[in-house]
């Protein structure tokens, strides 16, 4: 029985920090940034550069 509980918590350990890599891996929503705080600038040149490659 004891044997049983240390190969559980092991398995357990394991799982808590696959879930904690893959949560950290995969950007949050509060790492991205939204298009109403980027600069005028570099909107109008992402226009212009859309502009470009549409001609």
């Known amino acids: 029985m004891e044997k049983w509980l240390v190969v559980l918590g092991i398995w357990m350990m394991c799982a ?3 879930v904690l ?3 950290g891996a995969t950007g949050g929503s ?3 940034v ?3 705080r980027t600069r005028p600038a570099s909107r109008a040149s992402a226009g212009d ?3 470009a490659l549409n001609d």
């Open 34 to 36: 939204s298009n109403a």
């Open 21 to 23: 890599f893959i949560r």
């Open 49 to 51: 550069a859309r502009a």
């Open 30 to 32: 509060g790492k991205r």
């Open 16 to 18: 808590t920090c696959a």
